[in-house]
């Protein structure tokens, strides 16, 4: 009796920790997130792995400065997608296209959801669940991938202060 290796093959435990409410977490936070991929030998190349940090620094950055109180990341590997999940106490649903003409900021999801396969939101409990998926097959390369990056940071620019 032959078996199917994909049938029969063990997911790795999705691994699901405490971050505090500071800056100074995120790059510690996003470069776990990426080093439990690697460790998990989650196929994805070291330009996906990039994708995968930059879209963890957007929503964990998010959940920083919109609640000011401890969130848990969650990340998972299906067999197809990685999948990051940041769950706050927020129930204000994260909006990438509300962010003013004027503002410095609120732009980050633009990158998530040019970079990520998918992303999406749901309400859990008092707050909410912020998640993105990313797959070697979906990786942003090349033109694309520098024109969402092009895009958001022409944005970012256009909104400094002028100070001539």
């Known amino acids: 009796m032959l078996m199917n290796l994909v049938n029969t093959?063990?997911?790795?435990?999705p691994l699901t920790w405490e971050v505090e409410p500071d800056l100074a977490t995120v790059p510690s936070t996003r470069r776990l997130i990426k080093g439990i991929a690697q460790q998990w030998g989650v196929p994805l190349s070291a330009d996906a792995l990039r994708d995968v940090e930059l879209c963890a620094s957007e929503v964990l950055t998010n959940?920083?400065?919109?609640?000011?109180?401890?969130?848990r990341v969650t990340v998972r590997w299906t067999g197809e997608r990685l999948r990051v999940e940041v769950a706050d106490t927020s129930l204000r649903p994260p909006d990438p296209g509300t962010a003013a003409d004027t503002t410095t900021?609120?732009?980050?999801?633009?990158?998530?959801?040019?970079?990520?396969?998918s992303w999406g939101w749901h309400p859990e409990g008092a707050g909410k669940v912020v998640w993105f998926e990313c797959t070697?097959?979906?990786?942003?390369?090349?033109?694309?991938?520098?024109?969402?990056?092009?895009?958001?940071?022409?944005?970012?620019v256009a909104d400094l202060p002028d100070t001539a």
């Open 9 to 13: 093959a063990a997911l790795p435990t």
């Open 63 to 71: 959940a920083v400065e919109h609640t000011g109180a401890r969130f």
């Open 105 to 117: 900021g609120g732009r980050g999801l633009a990158l998530v959801e040019g970079l990520a396969h």
């Open 136 to 156: 070697a097959d979906q990786l942003v390369t090349g033109t694309g991938r520098l024109a969402v990056l092009v895009n958001v940071a022409r944005t970012r």
